[in-house]
T-cell receptor, first 115, second 117 residues
Framework: AQKITQTQPGMFVQEKEAVTLDCTYDTSDQSYGLFWYKQPSSGEMIFLIYQGSYDEQNATEGRYSLNFQKARKSANLVISASQLGDSAMYFCAMRERFRDDKIIFGKGTRLHILP | DTGVSQDPRHKITKRGQNVTFRCDPISEHNRLYWYRQTLGQGPEFLTYFQNEAQLEKSRLLSDRFSAERPKGSFSTLEIQRTEQGDSAMYLC???????????????FGPGTRLLVL
């Protein structure tokens, strides 16, 4: 079974609108961390936001927020007021604390912001 | 620039040749990771170091792949006798590992795109 599932291969959104990128995860650990990365066409993976499994508040970083629903095992990324520069691949990722130290990535969602 | 750097950014080689990639992590980071990313996929873990010790290697890492981090700073990833299936983006990431800190954010370099002809 896939550990990280991103069901939207591609999305088109009008500039200035908010967008939600879906991510569900699978783990039996109680302690884990969830990450979102952005990958522009240049290839570099840019860290956006982090949510710990014990964090009670949803994480926010500027225009990025994470809609964390622990019981549903979902960690959706919300980008408010989208900009043309937000066009990129977005990856959801997880670290399971007591299994190993690597990050497991989903297959990503390609986001296109339309002018 | 104090981020993670990788060299070269692009490499084209013929099948059967050896290639070596270099990664320079963020200076205060003690962990260094190598990932491979093929088209349409997320990065897949290959191996990682804590200081100079290689702590884990993925089953993806065949005997033709070797990685080193001799002084606990920069790292090299060598692929011997390259095959066309090795064509991919090779990403390096570094992090500051602190015990019991699950966040341990990994910061990635720009990657090395390898094309094996």
């Amino acid at each position: 079974a896939q550990k990280i599932t991103q069901t939207q291969p591609g999305m088109f959104v009008q500039e200035k609108e908010a967008v939600t990128l879906d991510c569900t995860y699978d783990t039996s650990d109680q302690s884990y961390g969830l990450f979102w990365y952005k990958q522009p066409s240049s290839g570099e993976m840019i860290f956006l936001i982090y949510q710990g499994s014990y964090d009670e508040q949803n994480a926010t970083e500027g225009r990025y927020s994470l809609n964390f629903q622990k019981a549903r095992k979902s960690a959706n990324l919300v980008i408010s007021a989208s900009q043309l520069g937000d066009s990129a691949m977005y990856f959801c990722a997880m670290r399971e604390r007591f299994r190993d130290d690597k990050i497991i990535f989903g297959k990503g969602t390609r986001l296109h912001i339309l002018p | 620039d104090t981020g993670v750097s990788q060299d070269p950014r692009h490499k084209i080689t013929k099948r059967g040749q050896n290639v070596t990639f270099r990664c320079d992590p963020i200076s205060e980071h003690n962990r260094l990771y190598w990932y491979r990313q093929t088209l349409g996929q997320g990065p897949e873990f290959l191996t990682y170091f804590q200081n100079e010790a290689q702590l884990e290697k993925s089953r993806l890492l065949s005997d033709r792949f070797s990685a080193e981090r001799p002084k606990g700073s920069f790292s090299t990833l060598e692929i011997q006798r390259t095959e066309q299936g090795d064509s991919a983006m090779y990403l390096c990431a570094s992090s500051l590992f602190l015990a019991n800190d699950i966040q341990e954010t990994q910061y990635f370099g720009p990657g090395t795109r390898l094309l094996v002809l």
